[in-house]
């Protein structure tokens, strides 16, 4: 397994923060215009961000929108592009055990993300994937290339 370019927490916390004023405060805006409605109390909205969450990075090489302003991308960790059952892996999961554990699996990352060389969070190794600057194709090079220097 080579970890290839991996990205840390203050770019990884950036990219949500995008991702959220993008998608999600539209959203609940347009919601609460539309309904009237609180928009947190909205399960609806849960799901639309929960599907974009899953299904985006399947369709667009890893990127969330966030993460391809900051060039930061989700690929497995052979640097193969991520699956449906990776992400579900990575985002329901992964939840479930931050939900569980009352928070502490949330802090057990970022204090993984700070120590471990390869950059990896709690949900990152539950699904086998980190987070990384390598546009698509870059990483498959990178490891072709350590192979040949290995042979």
Request: glycine share 10%; charged share 20%; aromatic share 12%.
């Amino acid at each position: 397994m080579n970890i290839y370019k991996p990205a840390g927490f203050w770019i990884r916390l950036g990219a949500s923060l995008l991702d959220y004023i993008i998608v999600s405060v539209p959203l609940l805006l347009i919601y609460w215009l539309i309904t009237g409605k609180d928009p947190n109390d909205s399960m609806f909205i849960s799901l639309i961000v929960l599907l974009y969450s899953i299904l985006l990075p399947v369709f667009w090489n890893g990127y969330l929108i966030g993460k391809r302003i900051c060039g930061i991308r989700i690929v497995k960790k052979d640097g193969s592009q991520v699956s449906l059952l990776t992400m579900f892996l990575r985002v329901i999961v992964a939840g479930l055990v931050y939900g569980i554990t009352f928070g502490l699996g949330l802090i057990a990352s970022l204090i993984l993300i700070g120590v471990r060389e390869d950059k990896r969070t709690l949900h990152d190794l539950i699904a086998g994937t980190y987070v990384t600057y390598a546009p698509p194709g870059e990483e498959e090079l990178y490891t072709d290339e350590q192979i040949r220097k290995s042979e």
